[in-house]
């Protein structure tokens, strides 16, 4: 095997490889990347059993002396590929001797030992029986503003991913960790046959690493029954599924309201921001809005200190004293681009609802118990 | 005690400050800040017991509706500080009303508990016996190109602080670790009386980060027998000194060699760092300069793998083989501002040395033992 490169493609093409690279394993070679030459071009693989990647460097864009295929320790190999040149246009070539891998570049030259790339479980790939197709700025978007509510304890499984519900022209994404659902509804260009899939959160943070993320490049996202493979560009990403049915959040996210305050998104993040100063880890106070007029009162008390904060909004309906988990808040309202915000409420036992008119966002969170008096 | 600041001018005063509070200490009034209001202004001061700081907000910048003192917990009322508005400009109005702290800023109110102004230990402000001026721009860089070579081990005292040491108009600054030495030469404007103290290296970790850095602003350094004090802009710190005489280092740094090289730096530090990839923790092994004819060899073997990298250089005198740990060599190419460095070698057994001409720096470095065999 020999081939040239340009450095900087054989960055880019570890990077994204990388993403699926086992850090903690039994199985040393879950550590490796697959390195494949032949005449239509490279491709490296990474596998942790649980997401694989494929990415490839055509034929026309590097120099395939020699075919074959090697497997070498995928940390190791990234950090020579990048500091063994300083110029990103210079040229990489890899060889291997006997089991030998050389890497030279310029006048500098690193040996290091191949691993049996027999070895290397191969990608399951599936067929393409269901799928979309989205824009991968648009992909991105709808799993940062909702990733941050999955469950990261595994003890129940479901909560650790995310659902992506296909129905005619919508795609609908929702992820809840008992506290929180955030749900996000987007309209995709076409019209496709249903799906209903729960995509393991880790997945989807790979995957939003590693997309470009270009408003006018697409991303392919096919499903089968155990699995979800999203094509772009050059990369292939392949995942298994959660198994079961989702949890049914349509009759928690209800139309009525006894409170609506319409207010400045920005003014009541950074009051909410403020807040956190005084809670310390052993003593979570909740945050307290009091909702009179035409004030919404934030109110934090801990044993460090007081807050007491006033900002202007707009009132629908009763007025109402409710208490929150600041950082929920913080996280919902962080996911939200526009100038000013409703705050749906119905009494300080339900659930607060953050929603756009037209449903593009919904955040929900519940309320936690506070002591009136002591405010 | 009522005073109004622009946010701006709060925010640096503290952030000045803080550099000073003790983190880990079993007396809690070293981790406040202590506020004094007069006519003149208001200052600001931290005293860790070792270093000790105060800085000045001047009365014509603020507005001192009421005098007073107090003393608040730093960390917590810099983040409160910081985060009670978004605007650098806006007033905050700082007050206390028994011993309530009160916080305001536009519709944001805090409150915290002040702490005993009284317990809070005075700083004790030496007379200005000798003492040297420099721009702040060349303290801080003469303290950054030989900081990284004192020694984090309190085995040896003197080896965890730097040697300043004034004769005429020459500053000369020196750090060393057992395994090297880091010297900087720097003319003054004028002529001094003759200084030798050993300054803390914590201490001169913070003096480099709140000096401005400004090229055409002073810092005065004024010494007494057990101390140092920097007075620069509106800020004093003070610092003790660690007592003794400093090592004899004058004939280690030898002008005799037997061979010197001349060679690009960039390429050089970049090599060195390439070759640290191949370095483990647990296995540590010295890099190899092989010097011949017209080009400089760069070696590395480890178990994780090889390196062999080639530099071409202008050589005088004999060819050698010697090995180094790396980490050293970067440290000080790192200092250094020349594209061409001149390195000093003897042989395998004795130090380089990396200097220029005019001797403005000097980095000495220990060489490691190897067994030429196995290269």
Not at 226 to 248: A, C, H, K, P, Y
Not at 262 to 279: A, C, F, W, Y
Not at 288 to 297: A, K, R, T, V, W
């Amino acid at each position: 095997m020999k081939i040239s490169f340009k450095k900087n493609d054989l960055v880019n093409a570890i990077n994204i490889a990388s993403k699926a690279v086992a850090s903690k394993t039994t199985m040393p070679i879950l550590e490796c990347i697959l390195i494949e030459a032949d005449e239509d071009g490279v491709s490296f693989t990474a596998n942790d059993m649980e997401l694989g990647i494929n990415t490839r460097i055509k034929a026309s864009d590097c120099n395939i002396i020699e075919g074959g295929k090697t497997a070498v320790e995928a940390r190791l190999f990234f950090d020579i590929i990048r500091k063994i040149s300083s110029d990103d246009s210079s040229e990489i070539v890899l060889s291997k001797k006997d089991s030998i891998i050389e890497i030279s570049c310029d006048n500098s030259l690193f040996k290091i030992q191949e691993r049996d790339a027999d070895q290397f479980p191969v990608l399951d790939l599936i067929s393409d029986e269901k799928y979309i197709s989205i824009s991968q700025f648009t992909l991105r978007e709808l799993i940062k503003d909702t990733i941050f509510s999955i469950s990261s304890n595994d003890s129940n499984k479901m909560m650790t991913g995310e659902l992506f519900e296909v129905k005619g022209d919508n795609l609908k994404v929702v992820s809840l960790d008992g506290h929180r659902i955030s749900i996000r509804n987007t309209s995709l260009r076409d019209s496709y046959e249903s799906v209903s899939v729960i995509i393991p959160g880790k997945t989807l943070n790979e995957i939003q690493k590693i997309i470009p993320g270009d408003a006018d490049k697409d991303v392919t996202i096919c499903f089968s029954q155990n699995s979800v493979l999203f094509r772009f560009d050059d990369t292939v990403m392949i995942s298994r599924l959660i198994d079961g049915e989702f949890f049914r959040i349509d009759n928690m996210i209800r139309p009525d309201f006894d409170t609506r305050v319409v207010i400045n998104k920005k003014e009541l993040l950074d009051s909410i921001e403020r807040s956190t100063i005084l809670v310390r880890e052993s003593d979570k106070r909740p945050l307290i809005f009091n909702i009179e007029d035409s004030s919404l009162e934030l109110r934090m008390s801990t044993v460090i200190g007081s807050m007491d904060d006033r900002l202007l909004m707009r009132k629908e309906g009763k007025d109402l004293m409710i208490g929150f988990n600041p950082r929920f808040l913080m996280d919902a309202l962080r996911a939200i681009d526009d100038e000013e915000v409703s705050l749906y409420m119905t009494n300080a036992k339900s659930p607060l609802i953050i929603r756009d008119e037209k449903d593009s966002y919904v955040y929900l969170i519940l309320p936690v118990n506070f002591n009136a008096y002591s405010y």
